[in-house]
């Protein structure tokens, strides 16, 4: 991720962030499919209980790794923070800078990395058009020495 956050985020304005989550959970239970929901706070001692109880379900289940989860899915949580030098109405009066094209070409910088495909697949056909026109990097459209002079802050001179 870092490579191509460097090769292609010319503005280098992606950041990761670190997610902190509570120590104290609420969970929602109901003991039968007609009862009341019941709600009730888990400690960190009771959080590590209910993740040994699914694990032993999981081992339970898979006849301890004989059996494989064919449909199964994992989901992950990858943050990242998008900033911008000032704030989005100065970015916008004083840079004339359109922050959606931004924060787009770095949605689409994750997305090409985490779905290991190129930026053509992943953006609408009818979307293409303007996509590329702001973020020509992702789509092979910009020349290195092009790269260099818009990290420069220059604009594309030509003879």
Known sequence: MDKKLEALDIDGSLRPTIVDISRVWKRKSQKALLAKPVEETLSQYHQDQERNKAYD????????????????????????????????????????????????????????TIHDKPAVELVKPEQLKRVSTYSPLLFGGAEEAEVDLIRAGKEKMTV
């Open 57 to 112: 379900l999981i081992d339970a289940l898979s006849r301890s790794g004989c059996l494989s989860f064919d449909h199964a899915s994992l989901h992950l949580v990858l943050a990242s923070t998008h900033c911008f030098d000032k704030t989005l109405m100065n970015t916008v009066v004083q840079d004339n800078i359109n922050p959606i094209e931004k924060v787009e070409r770095s949605t689409l910088i994750v997305a090409t």
